[in-house]
């Protein structure tokens, strides 16, 4: 296993080879998410040095990407899943990674207000994976399974009434949408018990992104998980003789997207957390995200547009909000390199050596004013066609990517080794428009086959085994 000094804490967009980088957008073409396996590996042994006794699930939400997750459940890491969606993906890389394991000890279905059917398709996958683990965040929940026929392992979420995180649209603690008043935990799992569920844990999270300036509040936060973990062992153990089995306190444990941050003390995270949480008869589970991929992978992108604004140099290239989502969303900051002005060469007859440094504004394509990945930032004067970085792209880019304004989504590759891969074909037009109906289609019909109502054709399987990279 690499230890946490044979690898740094964290990889900036520097330490990216930047004609390597460049190749790979010659091969796939741009715009390009890149993914390293190995990066992703040396985050993972970090943590598991930092929480040596813990039981470690990655947020599936943070990246999805099938050689995410069978990377990361090879390395013993469990799979947190906040939809059927990702329910279904977890099991199918566990299958693959562990040669057929169904069991489904090692996933977690977190629901936040699942939909119906997400319910019907994770209990019927329940049936054949009878470890699974279903969070609940609402009483009505326990419900609703109930009808469902579930009796199986069950987690509460409560909301602890303390918040943390980079935006305050991520910060999850104190917001009412996150799980049930602490103070309502003890009677509604001790009722959940009475009514033959099988009760394993308590869980919460405080935010995402948390940084080591927010650690009051993280140990603040595990301190009442703490001693609610002692008053629920105890009033379940009153029930069906057993206590709990875990107390999940979460991840999001933050990484610097500025140059100039330091990277999370995460060993002062794990002692904190370690101390905050007190005796308890029961097993610590945290469950980071970001933390495992944000730096091990990056954007790449070209430059199609340069024009001089009134105010500013204006940049365009050819990934957007659609493509990465966070800078419109929550106003984060991403690092950007210009690749071409880094990886030219040293020839005094080439342009390209000593760029003036240049404010520029680098937007995208969509039709937005807010698809804009930095303002007035310092690079080398852009060009038309060069190749620029994004870093820290490995959590929530193309997670959170969409087909706004009919854009495809763009192609992933993976990095393992001296092995590139295309893990994921860039999308065309057709993909965009392929699961549309028309009045005189005879196929269309209420809901559809497949996996959550989804419809899949033959034709459609096909088309997401091709390579197409239009």
């Known amino acids: 296993m690499t230890t946490p000094a044979a690898s740094p804490a964290v990889r900036r967009l520097d330490d990216?080879?930047?004609?390597?980088?460049?190749?790979?957008?010659?091969?796939?073409?741009?715009?390009?998410?890149?993914?390293?396996?190995?990066?992703v590996r040396e985050n993972c042994h970090r943590i598991q040095s930092a929480f040596p006794d813990a039981?470690?699930?990655?947020?599936?939400k943070a990246n999805a990407l099938g050689d995410v997750l069978e990377t990361l459940h090879t390395e013993g890491v469990g799979l947190e899943c906040a939809s059927a969606g990702e329910v279904e993906r977890a099991l199918a890389a566990i299958e693959s990674s562990t040669e057929g394991d169904s069991s489904g000890a090692d996933v977690h279905y977190t629901a936040v207000n699942p939909p119906a059917r997400?319910?019907?398709?994770?209990?019927?996958?329940w049936e054949d994976h009878p470890e699974l683990t279903i969070t609940v965040g609402a009483e009505d929940t326990l419900d609703r399974l109930e009808e469902r026929g579930y009796d199986g392992r069950l987690c509460l979420r409560v909301n602890p009434g303390i918040g943390a995180g980079h935006h305050e649209k991520v910060q999850t603690g104190a917001n009412a949408k996150f799980g049930v008043p602490a103070e309502r935990a003890v009677d509604v799992l001790t009722d959940a018990a009475e009514r033959g569920f099988d009760v394993v844990g308590i869980h919460a999270h405080v935010g995402s992104g948390v940084s080591s300036d927010q650690l009051d509040d993280h140990r603040e936060f595990v301190s009442r998980m703490g001693d609610l973990a002692r008053?629920?062992?105890?009033?379940?153990?009153?029930?069906?003789?057993d206590g709990l089995e875990f107390v999940d306190v979460g991840g999001g444990f933050g990484v610097p997207y500025r140059e100039e941050e330091e990277p999370l003390d995460?060993?002062?995270?794990?002692?904190?957390?370690?101390?905050?949480?007190g005796e308890i008869d029961a097993t610590l589970t945290i469950e980071?995200?970001?933390?495992?991929v944000a730096d091990a992978g990056v954007l790449l992108t070209e430059v199609n547009t340069v024009k001089e604004a009134r105010d500013t140099l204006a940049v365009g290239i050819d990934a957007g909000m659609t493509t990465l989502l966070r800078p419109a969303m929550y106003d984060a900051y991403h690092p950007?390199?210009?690749?071409?002005?880094?990886?030219?060469?040293?020839?005094?007859?080439?342009?390209?050596?000593?760029?003036?440094?240049?404010p520029q504004t680098i937007t995208g394509p969509i039709c937005e004013s807010g698809d804009v990945f930095c303002t007035d930032r310092q690079l080398p004067a852009s060009e038309r066609g060069d190749v620029l970085a994004i870093g820290n792209a490995g959590a929530y880019g193309y997670e959170m990517a969409n087909q706004y304004n009919s854009r495809p989504r763009p192609a992933s590759v993976v990095l393992e080794g001296d092995e590139v891969r295309l893990a994921r074909r860039r999308e065309t037009v057709d993909d965009v428009t392929r699961l549309e109906t028309r009045r005189s289609d005879p196929t269309n019909e209420a809901g559809g086959a497949g996996s959550n109502g989804n419809a899949d054709t033959d034709a459609d399987r096909e088309a997401d085994n091709g390579h197409d990279t239009r």
Do not use: C, K
Request: aromatic share 8%; glycine share 4%.
């Open 231 to 241: 008053d629920v062992s105890d009033a379940i153990a009153a029930v069906d003789g």
């Open 266 to 277: 995460l060993e002062a995270v794990a002692e904190a957390t370690r101390e905050a949480i």
């Open 55 to 60: 039981e470690i699930l990655y947020a599936v």
């Open 16 to 39: 990216w080879d930047a004609v390597d980088l460049s190749a790979l957008l010659d091969d796939y073409g741009s715009p390009l998410y890149v993914l390293d396996l190995e990066r």
């Open 118 to 125: 997400d319910l019907d398709w994770v209990v019927d996958a």
């Open 288 to 292: 980071p995200g970001r933390y495992f």
């Open 336 to 358: 950007i390199r210009n690749l071409t002005a880094d990886s030219s060469g040293t020839d005094a007859n080439d342009s390209h050596t000593s760029r003036e440094m240049r």
